[in-house]
């Protein structure tokens, strides 16, 4: 069975840096697409960037001067890096593969 854990999320400031990352495991992610996907309250849940198997990678025109995916194979951990953060980036970051989702954790930013 797939299981994505998802961690980093946190309280920062405006203009501050964090990096989330997903674990995953129960199955062979080196040949797929994982990817992060954000919900703000009131909101409905957006794609946020993704990443091939290769390495290629796709962003959010929102994010993507800010934003950075990258994976690790050999730990199977996908990584967001979010940098310039703005009170707008708030919200319930999740990490996604094919139909399976993790739990997500909160970002919060806020002076």
């Known amino acids: 069975q797939v299981q994505l854990v998802e961690s980093g999320g946190g309280l920062v400031q405006p203009g501050g840096s964090l990096r989330l990352s997903c674990a995953a495991s129960?199955?062979?992610?080196?040949?797929?697409?994982m990817a992060w996907y954000r919900q703000a309250p009131g909101k409905q849940r957006e794609w946020v960037a993704h990443?091939?198997?290769?390495?290629?990678?796709s962003i959010a025109n929102s994010v993507k001067d800010r934003f950075t995916i990258s994976r690790d194979n050999t730990k199977i951990t996908v990584y967001l890096q979010m940098n310039s953060l703005k009170p707008e980036d708030t919200a319930v970051y999740y990490c996604?593969?094919?139909?399976?989702w993790g739990q997500g954790t909160q970002v919060t930013v806020s002076s």
């Open positions: 996604n593969y094919g139909v399976t």
């Open positions: 129960g199955s062979d992610f080196s040949t797929y697409v």
């Open positions: 990443i091939t198997s290769s390495g290629r990678t």
